[in-house]
């Protein structure tokens, strides 16, 4: 019912930056809470960094400093700008949404490739 939409994805060299997008198809109401997860194979999924609309946020220890999460309540809207990335970056990037507060629902974006290499 709910869809997320991810972009910005693709390849850049160690010390590069990326900004990744997603957008929900639906702004009736903000959703309490979005962020990004992030997956390498043979790996569990990782929380890269998350904001509620309240504007809390939470970073990965290994992302803090150099990503920074930030969102459009209106919208439903969050963007992951990345810095100083390195090869521990590479990553396939899932956009998430827990829709609301007193709820575990929980969405899922398709996934975007992110590649640090030289």
């Known amino acids: 019912q709910v869809q997320l939409v991810e972009s910005g994805g693709g390849l850049v060299q160690p010390g590069g930056s990326l900004r990744l997008s997603c957008a929900a198809s639906?702004?009736?109401?903000?959703?309490?809470?979005m962020g990004w997860y992030r997956q390498t194979p043979g790996k569990q999924r990782e929380l890269v960094a998350q904001?509620?609309?309240?504007?809390?946020?939470n970073y990965a220890d290994s992302v803090k400093g150099r990503f920074t999460i930030s969102r459009d309540n209106a919208e439903n809207t969050v963007n992951l700008q990345m810095n100083s990335l390195n090869s521990e970056d590479t990553a396939v990037y899932y956009c998430?949404?827990?829709?609301?507060?007193?709820?575990?629902?929980?969405?899922w974006g398709q996934g975007t490739q992110v590649t640090v290499s030289s």
């Open positions: 998430y949404a827990r829709l609301y507060r007193f709820s575990q629902l929980t969405i």
């Open positions: 904001m509620t609309n309240g504007g809390d946020t």
């Open positions: 639906r702004s009736d109401f903000s959703i309490y809470v």
